[in-house]
């Protein structure tokens, strides 16, 4: 059995540069305590999206179990258009309701899908056996997710805090479970 423990990284400020986007205070102090809650767990290896806030959310658990952390570019987040959308819960619920639909130089469900996807599947061969942690985002998260049990769906991801953790379990490369690791008590001292 190989797990994954996908982090959803923690509340970040926002910037124009998505790669750079820091996380805010709020979230520095809950990527503490996201170290905390994994503390138990044998973690053996820690790989995290390139992007910035992902790397700090999952920088206390690599500094916890003294691992390097290794960079994977398509556990990136989805690029929904080249250009800044200017209604978001639209332009989302459209990409989720037409999987192979995008706007102007974006990703589909079933594009980002299949590269995030190829990634898990990548390390789910490299680190067979192992426990990882994977720092990402909530959309990408989820199409991963969907691709291995289609449960997992824009309503799942609608209902992600920052940050969440799931504890999925795999047998090769099939799903065997999906656990939620409690992060509701972070959130809520906003």
Same mark, same amino acid.
């Given at each position: 059995?190989?797990?994954?423990?996908?982090?959803?990284? =923690?509340?970040?400020?926002?910037?124009?540069?998505?790669?750079?986007?820091?996380?805010?205070?709020?979230?520095?102090n809950d990527a503490q305590?996201?170290?905390?809650?994994?503390?138990?767990?044998?973690?053996?290896?820690?790989?995290?999206?390139?992007?910035?806030?992902?790397?700090?959310?999952?920088?206390?658990?690599?500094?916890?179990?003294?691992?390097?952390?290794?960079?994977?570019?398509?556990? @990136?987040? @989805?690029?929904?258009?080249?250009?800044?959308?200017?209604?978001?819960?639209?332009?989302?619920?459209?990409?989720?309701?037409?999987?192979?639909?995008?706007?102007?130089?974006?990703?589909?469900?079933?594009?980002?899908?299949?590269?995030?996807?190829?990634?898990?599947?990548?390390?789910?061969?490299?680190? @067979?056996?192992?426990?990882?942690?994977?720092?990402?985002?909530?959309?990408?998260?989820?199409?991963?997710?969907?691709?291995?049990d289609s449960k997992y769906?824009?309503?799942?991801?609608?209902?992600?805090?920052?940050?969440?953790?799931?504890?999925?379990?795999?047998?090769?490369?099939?799903?065997?479970? =999906?656990?939620?690791?409690?992060?509701?008590?972070?959130?809520?001292?906003?």
């Amino acid at each position: 059995m190989t797990t994954i423990y996908f982090v959803r990284h =923690a509340h970040s400020i926002y910037t124009p540069e998505e790669r750079e986007r820091p996380l805010s205070e709020k979230g520095r102090n809950d990527a503490q305590s996201v170290a905390d809650l994994l503390k138990e767990e044998k973690i053996d290896v820690v790989i995290s999206s390139p992007y910035k806030r992902a790397i700090q959310t999952v920088q206390g658990v690599a500094v916890q179990f003294e691992l390097p952390i290794h960079m994977e570019e398509d556990l @990136r987040e @989805r690029l929904l258009s080249k250009e800044p959308v200017v209604d978001f819960e639209e332009t989302i619920t459209k990409v989720w309701e037409n999987p192979t639909f995008s706007f102007d130089g974006g990703e589909s469900n079933n594009s980002a899908q299949q590269r995030g996807s190829a990634c898990i599947k990548k390390i789910l061969k490299d680190y @067979r056996g192992k426990n990882i942690v994977v720092g990402t985002h909530g959309n990408i998260m989820v199409l991963i997710m969907n691709y291995f049990d289609s449960k997992y769906d824009f309503n799942f991801w609608k209902a992600l805090e920052m940050p969440d953790i799931y504890k999925l379990t795999f047998n090769e490369e099939k799903l065997i479970s =999906a656990v939620r690791i409690e992060t509701s008590h972070l959130v809520n001292n906003l």
